[in-house]
Structures are given as structure tokens and as C-alpha cells.
T-cell receptor
Framework: QKEVEQNSGPLSVPEGAIASLNCTYS??????FFWYRQYSGKSPELIMF????GDKEDGRFTAQLNKASQYVSLLIRDSQPSDSATYLC??????????FGQGTRLTINP | SAVISQKPSRDICQRGTSLTIQCQVD?????MFWYRQQPGQSLTLIAT?????????ESGFVIDKFPISRPNLTFSTLTVSNMSPEDSSIYLC???????????????FGPGTRLLVL
């Protein structure tokens, strides 16, 4: 079982709709969770982090964490073509090791 | 967050040669990390570099292949030694900083070095 799993997609969403990205992790002791956005040819950019169960909102982005189900998600409201990118879920495992999922490629269709 | 730069931004190398990648940060940081992103893949941690101590390598990565230096709190180098086409990847350095969480800190990435080995 992979430590962090994501659906690789591609996920296609119409402009203005909600994009929902999901991630599961295997280490029940993990406490901190991250979403990075990576445009083609660019390095990952941190967009959200969460460490408490529930929802965390930042602008059009909402991160959701359910530790009992070992599940993290990212919602993007009012999706824009500029949101088209690969979204990487990452989890701190152990002391400081950041482990990434394989990423979900998101396409927003105008 | 810290501003991170990497040199070179890209390179094409011949097999059997070595390439040293530099990572410079605009502020002092305790830990620096080196990752590899193979074509179409996600990021894999190569090693963690603390100033004044030996780098800690992840499973599957060895010092002879990926020697790392960390001479001060703002600079690190990663060398990819005796390269083969399988080493063609993006190499990224990252640093902690910005937000201290209950467990760990947020990490930020440099722009990456795109390496093609022929």
C-alpha cells in the first residue's frame, strides 16, 4: 500500500464548477497535511495545509481532513482555467519526512 | 516564505559524467531537502541536509551517487554522480519555513533543475 494515494486523473471540470480532489494516507499517526499545486514545467507551490479534523477555508480553496478515515480533500470553488494544474497531496510521516502522492491532473474547461 | 534559487536551471549531460546542483536561500534555515521528480512522476525525497552534519539519505539513495554538501545555513549542493539516462529528472531543493505546525513545518520549493542525461 502506498503511503499517500491520489487518483491520477485527469479530472475535467467545467469553469465555475467545484473541483474535488481526494487523497488517502496509510500512516494513522500522520498529523500534518499539505496540498501543492504544480503547473507544467514549474516547481510545486504550497496552497493549503491542515492539521485539525474538519474544514479549513482560504479564498476559493477548502481543505478537509478526516483523520478517522485517513482522508484529505481539496475543494476548489468557482474553478477557473488558471486552476488547471497537477495537485499534489503531501503528508508528514515520522519526524519531518514529507511524502507525496502521485498527483491529480486537473483541467478546467472554459 | 524564503526565496530559493537553484543553479543550473537545466542541463544536458553525457552519461558517466557528474553534475553539481546548487541551492541558495535568502535566509538562514536549519534543514534543507533534496527531491527528485522523474518524468510524469511525483516527488521523492532523496536526502535531508542539516548544516554541520552528514546528510540523511532515504532508502534507495546513497551518498556515493548523490553526495550532498551543506557548508552553511543558506546554501547546499547536490551532486549527481556517474550519470545514466535513468537520472534524467527534475531535482528540487526545499526548505522549511513560514509556518510552524504542531507536527513539522511547511516546506517551500526552489524552481528546480531539469537534467537530461544522454
Amino acid at each position: 500500500q502506498k503511503e499517500v494515494e491520489q487518483n491520477s486523473g485527469p479530472l475535467s471540470v467545467p469553469e465555475g464548477a467545484i473541483a474535488s480532489l481526494n487523497c488517502t494516507y496509510s500512516d494513522r499517526g500522520s498529523q500534518s497535511f499539505f496540498w501543492y499545486r504544480q503547473y507544467s514545467g514549474k516547481s510545486p507551490e504550497l496552497i493549503m495545509f491542515i492539521y485539525s479534523n474538519g474544514d479549513k477555508e482560504d479564498g476559493r480553496f477548502t481543505a478537509q481532513l478526516n483523520k478517522a478515515s485517513q482522508y484529505v480533500s481539496l475543494l476548489i470553488r468557482d474553478s477557473q482555467p488558471s486552476d488547471s494544474a497537477t495537485y499534489l497531496c503531501a503528508v508528514i510521516i515520522g519526524a519531518q519526512k514529507l511524502v507525496f502522492g502521485q498527483g491529480t491532473r486537473l483541467t478546467i474547461n472554459p | 516564505s524564503a526565496v530559493i534559487s537553484q543553479k543550473p536551471s537545466r542541463d544536458i549531460c553525457q552519461r558517466g559524467t557528474s553534475l553539481t546542483i546548487q541551492c541558495q536561500v535568502d535566509s538562514q534555515v536549519t534543514m534543507m531537502f533534496w527531491y527528485r521528480q522523474q518524468p510524469g512522476q511525483s516527488l521523492t525525497l532523496i536526502a535531508t541536509a542539516n548544516q554541520g552534519s552528514e546528510a540523511t539519505y532515504e532508502s534507495g539513495f546513497v551518498i556515493d551517487k548523490f553526495p550532498i554538501s551543506r557548508p552553511n545555513l543558506t546554501f547546499s549542493t547536490l551532486t549527481v554522480s556517474n550519470m545514466s539516462p535513468e537520472d534524467s529528472s527534475i531535482y528540487l531543493c526545499s526548505v522549511e519555513g513560514g509556518v510552524v505546525l504542531p507536527f513539522g513545518e511547511t516546506q517551500y520549493f526552489g524552481p528546480g533543475t531539469r537534467l537530461l542525461v544522454l
